[in-house]
Protein backbone atom coordinates (compact mmCIF):
# COMPACT_ATOMS: atom_id res chain seq x y z
CA UNK A 1 0.00 0.00 0.00
CA UNK A 2 1.31 2.93 -0.77
CA UNK A 3 2.06 6.13 1.50
CA UNK A 4 -0.17 8.29 -0.28
CA UNK A 5 -3.19 6.14 0.06
CA UNK A 6 -3.04 5.55 3.67
CA UNK A 7 -2.93 9.15 4.08
CA UNK A 8 -6.21 9.00 2.62
CA UNK A 9 -7.55 6.05 4.64
CA UNK A 10 -6.32 8.03 7.95
CA UNK A 11 -8.71 11.19 6.59
CA UNK A 12 -11.42 8.42 6.41
CA UNK A 13 -10.88 6.57 9.92
CA UNK A 14 -12.71 7.04 12.97
CA UNK A 15 -11.75 8.26 15.06
CA UNK A 16 -10.80 11.18 13.54
CA UNK A 17 -6.89 11.99 13.75
CA UNK A 18 -6.05 14.92 15.55
CA UNK A 19 -2.09 14.95 14.20
CA UNK A 20 -3.22 14.90 10.08
CA UNK A 21 -0.11 16.76 8.77
CA UNK A 22 -1.56 19.33 6.16
CA UNK A 23 1.79 19.08 3.45
CA UNK A 24 1.84 15.68 3.82
CA UNK A 25 -2.27 15.14 3.19
CA UNK A 26 -2.59 18.15 0.60
CA UNK A 27 0.88 15.95 -1.28
CA UNK A 28 -1.24 12.55 -0.75
CA UNK A 29 -4.58 13.88 -2.41
CA UNK A 30 -2.65 15.80 -5.48
CA UNK A 31 -1.05 12.54 -6.07
CA UNK A 32 -4.52 11.39 -6.99
CA UNK A 33 -5.03 13.71 -9.37
CA UNK A 34 -6.54 17.15 -7.23
CA UNK A 35 -5.67 20.77 -7.95
CA UNK A 36 -4.55 22.73 -4.67
CA UNK A 37 -4.13 26.50 -4.82
CA UNK A 38 -3.13 28.06 -1.63
CA UNK A 39 -5.05 31.53 -1.64
CA UNK A 40 -3.83 34.87 0.38
CA UNK A 41 -6.51 34.23 2.92
CA UNK A 42 -4.90 31.03 3.92
CA UNK A 43 -7.48 28.68 2.07
CA UNK A 44 -7.00 25.81 -0.26
CA UNK A 45 -8.80 25.34 -3.12
CA UNK A 46 -9.08 22.13 -4.49
CA UNK A 47 -10.38 21.12 -8.27
CA UNK A 48 -10.97 17.19 -9.09
CA UNK A 49 -12.41 17.39 -12.64
CA UNK A 50 -15.10 19.47 -12.85
CA UNK A 51 -15.73 19.87 -9.10
CA UNK A 52 -14.31 22.48 -6.44
CA UNK A 53 -14.07 22.90 -2.95
CA UNK A 54 -12.61 25.27 -0.52
CA UNK A 55 -10.82 23.96 2.84
CA UNK A 56 -9.45 26.71 5.65
CA UNK A 57 -6.55 26.01 6.33
CA UNK A 58 -4.95 25.59 10.39
CA UNK A 59 -2.12 28.45 10.77
CA UNK A 60 0.06 24.91 12.03
CA UNK A 61 1.16 22.15 10.86
CA UNK A 62 -1.77 19.90 11.76
CA UNK A 63 -5.28 20.17 10.69
CA UNK A 64 -7.80 20.35 13.32
CA UNK A 65 -10.66 17.73 13.46
CA UNK A 66 -13.37 19.90 12.26
CA UNK A 67 -10.45 20.35 9.36
CA UNK A 68 -10.72 16.82 8.67
CA UNK A 69 -14.39 16.56 8.19
CA UNK A 70 -14.39 19.12 5.59
CA UNK A 71 -11.27 17.36 3.86
CA UNK A 72 -13.16 14.49 4.03
CA UNK A 73 -16.36 16.10 2.76
CA UNK A 74 -14.88 17.37 -0.07
CA UNK A 75 -12.49 14.17 -0.79
CA UNK A 76 -15.98 12.43 -0.61
CA UNK A 77 -17.99 14.55 -3.59
CA UNK A 78 -14.85 14.00 -5.46
CA UNK A 79 -15.35 10.62 -5.43
CA UNK A 80 -12.06 9.89 -4.00
CA UNK A 81 -12.71 7.79 -0.94
CA UNK A 82 -10.04 4.59 0.19
CA UNK A 83 -12.93 2.44 -1.39
CA UNK A 84 -12.97 3.94 -4.78
CA UNK A 85 -8.95 4.04 -5.36
CA UNK A 86 -8.27 0.95 -4.01
CA UNK A 87 -10.64 -0.74 -6.70
Not at 7 to 33: C, Q, R, T, W
Request: without cysteine.
Amino acid sequence: MSKHLQKIKKIFSHPLPANLDVKKSLSAIEHYGVRVEITKNHRAKLFYEDKEGILPLPHGDHFTKDEVVQLRHILEEFGLTPEKIES
